[in-house]
Protein backbone atom coordinates (compact mmCIF):
# COMPACT_ATOMS: atom_id res chain seq x y z
CA UNK A 1 0.00 0.00 0.00
CA UNK A 2 0.81 3.70 -1.24
CA UNK A 3 2.98 5.78 1.95
CA UNK A 4 0.66 8.98 3.10
CA UNK A 5 1.86 11.72 5.28
CA UNK A 6 0.34 12.73 8.54
CA UNK A 7 1.36 15.40 10.15
CA UNK A 8 -0.62 15.15 12.95
CA UNK A 9 0.17 16.55 16.62
CA UNK A 10 2.89 18.42 14.65
CA UNK A 11 3.15 22.01 15.11
CA UNK A 12 4.34 24.07 12.16
CA UNK A 13 5.81 28.23 11.95
CA UNK A 14 5.73 29.13 8.57
CA UNK A 15 7.42 33.12 8.32
CA UNK A 16 5.51 34.51 5.29
CA UNK A 17 2.60 32.82 4.85
CA UNK A 18 0.09 35.56 3.64
CA UNK A 19 0.61 34.70 0.11
CA UNK A 20 2.71 32.71 -2.99
CA UNK A 21 5.09 29.66 -1.79
CA UNK A 22 4.31 30.50 2.08
CA UNK A 23 0.37 30.44 2.19
CA UNK A 24 0.25 27.04 -0.26
CA UNK A 25 3.41 25.79 2.36
CA UNK A 26 0.89 26.61 4.80
CA UNK A 27 -2.08 24.96 3.32
CA UNK A 28 -0.18 21.40 2.46
CA UNK A 29 0.86 21.06 6.23
CA UNK A 30 -2.75 21.99 7.27
CA UNK A 31 -3.94 19.42 4.96
CA UNK A 32 -1.87 16.63 6.45
CA UNK A 33 -2.73 17.47 9.93
CA UNK A 34 -0.09 19.89 11.28
CA UNK A 35 -1.31 22.95 13.77
CA UNK A 36 0.08 25.43 11.29
CA UNK A 37 1.24 28.94 12.34
CA UNK A 38 1.74 31.89 9.20
CA UNK A 39 3.58 35.04 9.94
CA UNK A 40 3.43 38.74 8.25
CA UNK A 41 4.67 42.24 8.73
CA UNK A 42 0.89 43.01 8.92
CA UNK A 43 -1.42 42.04 11.73
CA UNK A 44 -4.87 42.55 9.74
CA UNK A 45 -3.54 40.85 6.49
CA UNK A 46 -1.51 38.00 8.38
CA UNK A 47 -5.16 37.09 10.74
CA UNK A 48 -7.02 37.27 7.67
CA UNK A 49 -5.51 34.81 5.50
CA UNK A 50 -5.04 32.62 8.14
CA UNK A 51 -8.63 32.38 8.81
CA UNK A 52 -9.44 32.06 5.32
CA UNK A 53 -7.00 28.70 5.21
CA UNK A 54 -7.82 27.92 8.83
CA UNK A 55 -4.36 28.40 10.22
CA UNK A 56 -3.48 30.47 13.18
CA UNK A 57 -1.85 33.98 12.41
CA UNK A 58 0.46 36.51 13.98
CA UNK A 59 2.51 39.64 12.73
CA UNK A 60 6.32 38.99 13.19
CA UNK A 61 8.69 40.77 10.93
CA UNK A 62 11.68 38.19 10.51
CA UNK A 63 13.79 41.79 10.84
CA UNK A 64 13.00 42.56 14.41
CA UNK A 65 14.76 40.49 16.90
CA UNK A 66 12.24 41.01 19.48
CA UNK A 67 9.59 40.61 17.64
CA UNK A 68 10.43 37.40 16.48
CA UNK A 69 11.55 36.41 20.51
CA UNK A 70 8.45 37.24 21.75
CA UNK A 71 6.12 35.53 19.29
CA UNK A 72 8.33 32.44 19.14
CA UNK A 73 8.24 31.99 22.71
CA UNK A 74 4.55 32.78 22.91
CA UNK A 75 3.78 29.50 20.34
CA UNK A 76 6.24 27.49 22.30
CA UNK A 77 4.82 28.33 25.62
CA UNK A 78 0.88 27.77 23.94
CA UNK A 79 1.81 24.54 21.62
CA UNK A 80 4.87 23.12 24.17
CA UNK A 81 6.82 22.55 21.26
CA UNK A 82 7.59 23.47 17.34
CA UNK A 83 8.18 20.44 15.26
CA UNK A 84 8.51 22.26 11.92
CA UNK A 85 9.50 25.27 10.80
CA UNK A 86 9.89 26.97 6.80
CA UNK A 87 11.80 29.60 6.67
CA UNK A 88 10.14 31.13 3.65
CA UNK A 89 10.16 35.11 4.48
CA UNK A 90 11.72 36.88 1.24
CA UNK A 91 11.77 39.71 -0.34
CA UNK A 92 13.45 41.31 -3.77
CA UNK A 93 15.04 44.58 -4.74
CA UNK A 94 16.27 44.66 -7.93
CA UNK A 95 18.27 46.62 -10.17
CA UNK A 96 21.87 46.36 -11.60
CA UNK A 97 24.92 46.32 -9.23
CA UNK A 98 26.07 49.94 -10.50
CA UNK A 99 22.64 51.21 -9.86
CA UNK A 100 22.16 49.55 -6.66
CA UNK A 101 21.45 51.59 -3.37
CA UNK A 102 23.20 50.67 -0.05
CA UNK A 103 19.31 50.51 1.36
CA UNK A 104 18.60 47.93 -1.55
CA UNK A 105 21.49 45.73 -0.35
CA UNK A 106 21.12 45.89 3.06
CA UNK A 107 16.82 45.49 3.09
CA UNK A 108 17.93 41.86 1.01
CA UNK A 109 20.82 40.79 3.28
CA UNK A 110 18.63 41.75 6.72
CA UNK A 111 15.31 40.15 5.36
CA UNK A 112 16.36 37.18 3.48
CA UNK A 113 19.68 36.24 4.99
CA UNK A 114 19.16 37.77 8.83
CA UNK A 115 15.79 37.25 9.14
CA UNK A 116 16.71 33.34 8.80
CA UNK A 117 19.53 33.64 11.68
CA UNK A 118 16.44 35.38 13.97
CA UNK A 119 13.82 32.93 13.75
CA UNK A 120 16.00 29.81 13.38
CA UNK A 121 18.28 30.95 16.67
CA UNK A 122 15.13 30.86 18.26
CA UNK A 123 13.45 27.73 17.50
CA UNK A 124 16.55 25.55 17.27
CA UNK A 125 16.29 25.31 21.02
CA UNK A 126 12.77 24.53 21.52
CA UNK A 127 13.60 22.12 18.79
CA UNK A 128 16.42 20.60 20.59
CA UNK A 129 14.77 20.23 23.84
CA UNK A 130 12.29 17.64 22.12
CA UNK A 131 15.05 16.07 20.60
CA UNK A 132 13.20 16.44 17.04
CA UNK A 133 12.40 19.16 14.45
CA UNK A 134 12.26 19.95 10.60
CA UNK A 135 13.49 22.95 9.59
CA UNK A 136 13.66 24.08 5.58
CA UNK A 137 15.08 26.74 4.26
CA UNK A 138 13.47 28.77 1.32
CA UNK A 139 16.30 29.38 -1.45
CA UNK A 140 16.48 29.88 -5.18
CA UNK A 141 17.37 28.84 -8.08
CA UNK A 142 19.72 32.31 -8.88
CA UNK A 143 21.40 31.57 -5.48
CA UNK A 144 23.01 28.30 -8.03
CA UNK A 145 23.20 30.56 -11.20
CA UNK A 146 23.03 34.30 -10.38
CA UNK A 147 21.26 36.80 -12.45
CA UNK A 148 22.00 40.32 -13.45
CA UNK A 149 20.00 42.50 -11.48
CA UNK A 150 20.02 40.10 -8.09
CA UNK A 151 23.22 40.22 -6.44
CA UNK A 152 21.84 41.10 -3.66
CA UNK A 153 19.04 38.33 -3.63
CA UNK A 154 21.32 35.80 -5.45
CA UNK A 155 24.21 36.15 -2.37
CA UNK A 156 21.37 35.32 0.05
CA UNK A 157 20.08 33.01 -1.38
CA UNK A 158 23.57 31.06 -1.91
CA UNK A 159 24.39 32.08 1.47
CA UNK A 160 21.21 29.77 3.08
CA UNK A 161 22.99 26.95 1.45
CA UNK A 162 26.00 27.55 3.74
CA UNK A 163 23.56 27.64 6.54
CA UNK A 164 21.50 24.98 5.79
CA UNK A 165 24.64 22.78 5.22
CA UNK A 166 26.12 23.72 8.53
CA UNK A 167 23.20 23.64 11.04
CA UNK A 168 22.65 20.34 9.65
CA UNK A 169 25.91 19.15 10.71
CA UNK A 170 25.66 20.77 13.98
CA UNK A 171 22.04 19.48 15.02
CA UNK A 172 21.94 16.17 13.34
CA UNK A 173 22.37 14.31 16.29
CA UNK A 174 19.77 15.84 18.23
CA UNK A 175 17.43 14.55 15.59
CA UNK A 176 16.98 17.58 13.99
CA UNK A 177 16.83 17.77 10.14
CA UNK A 178 17.60 21.10 8.14
CA UNK A 179 17.60 21.24 4.54
CA UNK A 180 16.29 23.62 1.47
CA UNK A 181 14.44 24.06 -1.71
CA UNK A 182 15.47 26.20 -3.97
CA UNK A 183 12.44 26.92 -6.37
CA UNK A 184 12.85 28.63 -10.58
CA UNK A 185 10.38 30.71 -11.39
CA UNK A 186 7.24 30.27 -9.69
CA UNK A 187 3.97 32.19 -10.37
CA UNK A 188 3.34 34.72 -7.26
CA UNK A 189 3.30 38.31 -6.61
CA UNK A 190 7.13 38.19 -6.64
CA UNK A 191 7.37 37.64 -10.47
CA UNK A 192 4.60 39.42 -11.33
CA UNK A 193 7.02 41.91 -10.87
CA UNK A 194 9.35 40.86 -13.71
CA UNK A 195 8.39 42.90 -17.23
CA UNK A 196 6.51 40.59 -19.64
CA UNK A 197 8.81 40.80 -22.37
CA UNK A 198 11.99 39.07 -20.00
CA UNK A 199 9.61 36.51 -18.85
CA UNK A 200 8.51 35.24 -22.38
CA UNK A 201 12.52 34.87 -22.92
CA UNK A 202 12.82 33.34 -19.35
CA UNK A 203 9.96 30.63 -20.22
CA UNK A 204 11.62 29.47 -23.16
CA UNK A 205 14.85 29.28 -20.91
CA UNK A 206 13.03 26.34 -18.99
CA UNK A 207 12.83 22.85 -19.99
CA UNK A 208 9.19 22.20 -19.27
CA UNK A 209 8.65 25.62 -20.59
CA UNK A 210 6.61 26.72 -17.94
CA UNK A 211 6.86 28.82 -14.65
CA UNK A 212 6.13 26.32 -11.57
CA UNK A 213 3.31 26.89 -9.29
CA UNK A 214 3.32 27.72 -5.54
CA UNK A 215 1.89 23.89 -5.02
CA UNK A 216 5.03 22.51 -6.77
CA UNK A 217 6.86 23.67 -4.38
CA UNK A 218 4.73 23.17 -1.66
CA UNK A 219 4.52 19.50 -2.41
CA UNK A 220 8.14 19.27 -2.04
CA UNK A 221 8.20 21.10 1.17
CA UNK A 222 5.77 18.51 2.83
CA UNK A 223 8.00 15.85 1.53
CA UNK A 224 11.23 17.21 3.53
CA UNK A 225 8.92 17.48 6.52
CA UNK A 226 7.93 14.48 6.54
CA UNK A 227 9.12 10.90 7.64
CA UNK A 228 9.49 10.13 4.18
CA UNK A 229 12.74 12.35 4.19
CA UNK A 230 13.98 10.64 7.46
CA UNK A 231 17.17 10.24 6.22
CA UNK A 232 17.78 13.89 4.37
CA UNK A 233 19.44 16.11 5.65
CA UNK A 234 22.04 19.29 4.79
CA UNK A 235 20.53 19.00 1.71
CA UNK A 236 18.57 20.79 -1.23
CA UNK A 237 15.69 19.77 -3.45
CA UNK A 238 15.28 22.14 -6.69
CA UNK A 239 12.39 23.00 -8.12
CA UNK A 240 12.46 24.79 -11.34
CA UNK A 241 11.50 22.65 -14.58
CA UNK A 242 14.98 21.33 -15.53
CA UNK A 243 16.27 25.15 -15.57
CA UNK A 244 19.44 23.85 -13.39
P1 LIG B 1 5.80 36.85 -2.21
O1 LIG B 1 6.38 38.19 -2.48
O2 LIG B 1 4.58 36.43 -2.95
O3 LIG B 1 5.54 36.67 -0.63
C1 LIG B 1 6.54 37.00 0.27
C2 LIG B 1 6.08 36.65 1.67
O4 LIG B 1 7.13 37.01 2.58
C3 LIG B 1 4.84 37.40 2.09
O5 LIG B 1 4.04 36.55 2.87
C4 LIG B 1 5.41 38.52 2.95
O6 LIG B 1 4.53 38.93 3.96
C5 LIG B 1 6.60 37.83 3.59
N1 LIG B 1 7.60 38.78 4.08
C6 LIG B 1 8.34 39.67 3.39
N2 LIG B 1 9.14 40.38 4.20
C7 LIG B 1 8.90 39.90 5.46
C8 LIG B 1 9.41 40.21 6.74
N3 LIG B 1 10.34 41.17 6.93
N4 LIG B 1 8.95 39.52 7.81
C9 LIG B 1 8.02 38.56 7.65
N5 LIG B 1 7.48 38.23 6.47
C10 LIG B 1 7.92 38.89 5.39
O7 LIG B 1 7.00 35.83 -2.46
P2 LIG B 1 7.04 34.33 -2.99
O8 LIG B 1 5.93 33.54 -2.43
O9 LIG B 1 7.27 34.36 -4.44
O10 LIG B 1 8.42 33.87 -2.32
C11 LIG B 1 8.50 33.13 -1.12
C12 LIG B 1 9.94 32.69 -0.94
O11 LIG B 1 10.35 31.92 -2.07
C13 LIG B 1 10.94 33.85 -0.84
O12 LIG B 1 11.96 33.53 0.07
C14 LIG B 1 11.50 33.92 -2.24
O13 LIG B 1 12.78 34.50 -2.26
C15 LIG B 1 11.52 32.46 -2.64
N6 LIG B 1 11.54 32.22 -4.07
C16 LIG B 1 10.53 32.63 -4.88
C17 LIG B 1 10.59 32.37 -6.24
C18 LIG B 1 9.52 32.77 -7.19
O14 LIG B 1 9.70 32.57 -8.40
N7 LIG B 1 8.40 33.30 -6.76
C19 LIG B 1 11.72 31.67 -6.82
C20 LIG B 1 12.71 31.27 -5.88
C21 LIG B 1 12.61 31.53 -4.55
P3 LIG B 1 3.71 40.32 3.97
O15 LIG B 1 2.30 39.92 3.91
O16 LIG B 1 4.06 40.95 5.25
O17 LIG B 1 4.17 41.13 2.80
Not at 68 to 93: C, F, M, S
Not at 118 to 125: A, C, D, G, I
Request: contains cysteine; proline residues 2%.
Amino acid sequence: MAKSIDLSGKVALVTGGTRGIGRAIAEVLKEAGATVYITGTNEEKTKQVAEEIGVNGVKMNVCDREEVKKVVAEIAKKERKIDILINNAGITRDTLFMRMKDEDWDAVIETNLTGIYNVTRQVVPIMMKKRTGSIVNISSVVGFTGNPGQVNYSSTKAALVGFTKSLAKEVASRGIRVNAVAPGYITTDMTQKIPEKVKEALIKSIPMRREGEPSEVADTVLFLVSDMASYITGTTIHVNGGLF
